[in-house]
C-alpha cells in the first residue's frame, strides 16, 4: 500500500546521507501486503470499496464516469504500479506515466505492464517536483505516497504551476492523519473503550485481541514512539497533517470521502488473516461501524481519505450523511 517517495529535492536536503540511504533501502525491498494487513481483510476492503466507488462498481469508474476519461495522466510515486494499470486498464487514463525514485520499483512496474498496455503505460525514474515541465497532465495521481513529502509546499505548487493542466484533477489516496502517528488522547481513548468492548463481548477471543492491539501497554493506548518511526524510515508520516492545508492554498477540493483506518491497524496488528471465520468477520465488522460512525460524526477526523481536486471551480455542495463522502461547504 505504501510506496518509496523521497520525492523532492528538499526532502533529500531535509535528509542526511544515511538518511536517505536507510529510506531508499527500505522502500527497495519493500514486501507485497500480507493477508495480515489490516487494509487487506474482506470486510475492510468491501467498505472501503463501496465508500469509493459512490455506486459504480469501483473507485476507477466512479472517477472516470464523474470526471470523464483523461488523455494524459501521471502518478507520482507509483510503486509497483498496481493502480496506474488500473486506471489505464479501465479506460479512465489513456496514456499514464508513472514516476518513483526508487529503481527496483520502477523496474517491477515496468515489468507487469502486459503486452497491450505497454503504449499507453509507462514507469521510469524521475523526481515529479524537478523534471517534468509543460503542463500536459490532465490527472495527476498520488496514491499513499504524499505522506512522504516534507516540502508539500513546493510539491504543490510544482503540481499546479507546470504539471497539471488547468482543467486537471489532482486525486488523493493519502493518510493525512497526525505526523509520526502521534495520536490524540481522544483517539487513544476511543481505541482503548472498543478494544474493552470487545474483550468483554468476544471473551474466548480477548486475549488475542490484547496481544494484537500493539499500541496498548496493558492499561492504556499510547502512541508509536516518534523517534523509532523515524529511525526506521525518516519520510514517514514527515508532514501528514499538513497535506490538506497545504492543498487548499493552491487548488479546489471538489470530493472529499472519509475513510477511517483510524483504529484498524493499530487494534488488530497482524491478525486479520486469524479473523476470518463468523466470529473474526463479526469482530471486524462492529468495529468498522463504530469508527465510520464516529468519523461521519465528525467526532474522529478521519485519518485517510479519498480526495479529488482542482483548479478552478466547484461541484455542486453536497453532505451526503453516512455516506463518507463530503464536499466543502
Known amino acids: 500500500m505504501l510506496c518509496l517517495l523521497l520525492l523532492t529535492t528538499q526532502l533529500a536536503a531535509a535528509l542526511n546521507e544515511k538518511e536517505i540511504d536507510r529510506v531508499s533501502e527500505k522502500w527497495d525491498k519493500a514486501a507485497p501486503p500480507s493477508t495480515g494487513a489490516w487494509y487487506t481483510h474482506k470486510l475492510v476492503v468491501k467498505t472501503f470499496s463501496e465508500r469509493l466507488a459512490a455506486g459504480s462498481p469501483n473507485w476507477v469508474e466512479h472517477l472516470k464516469e464523474r470526471y470523464g476519461a483523461r488523455r494524459k495522466c501521471l502518478s507520482i510515486g507509483c510503486g509497483d504500479g498496481g493502480v496506474e494499470r488500473d486506471m489505464v486498464r479501465a479506460g479512465f487514463c489513456n496514456q499514464m506515466l508513472g514516476i518513483d525514485l526508487s529503481p527496483v520499483r520502477v523496474g517491477k512496474a515496468n515489468a507487469n505492464v502486459p503486452l497491450h498496455l505497454r503504449e499507453r503505460l509507462e514507469f521510469k525514474v524521475a523526481n515529479g517536483e524537478t523534471e517534468l515541465h509543460g503542463k500536459n497532465f490532465d490527472m495527476v495521481l498520488f496514491s499513499h505516497s504524499l505522506h512522504h513529502i516534507d516540502d508539500l509546499e513546493s510539491m504543490a505548487r510544482a503540481v499546479q504551476r507546470r504539471i497539471m493542466s488547468d482543467d486537471g484533477v489532482l486525486v488523493l489516496q493519502e493518510y493525512v492523519g497526525p505526523v509520526r502517528w502521534q495520536f490524540s488522547e481522544q483517539q487513544l481513548y476511543l481505541m482503548h473503550s472498543i478494544l474493552l468492548h470487545m474483550t468483554q463481548k468476544y471473551p474466548d477471543r480477548a486475549g488475542m485481541l490484547r496481544k494484537c492491539a500493539v499500541l496498548w501497554d496493558g492499561k492504556r493506548f499510547k502512541p508509536p514512539d516518534a523517534d523509532a518511526v523515524k529511525a526506521d524510515d525518516p519520510s514517514e508520516t514527515v508532514r501528514s497533517n499538513m497535506i490538506v492545508p497545504v492543498l487548499l492554498n493552491h487548488f479546489n477540493l471538489i470530493e472529499n470521502v472519509q475513510l477511517g483506518g483510524n483504529f484498524f491497524q493499530w487494534l488488530l496488528y ?37 480526495q479529488v481536486w482542482n483548479k478552478t471551480g466547484t461541484l455542486a455542495r453536497r453532505n451526503i450523511k453516512g455516506g463518507g463522502r463530503r464536499w466543502p461547504n
Do not use: Q, R
Open 270 to 306: 497482524g491478525c486479520y488473516s486469524a479473523l476470518e471465520d463468523e466470529a473474526g468477520n463479526a469482530i471486524v465488522k462492529e468495529m468498522l461501524e463504530y469508527e465510520m460512525f464516529l468519523v461521519d460524526e465528525g467526532i474522529l477526523t478521519s485519518d485517510y481519505v479519498f
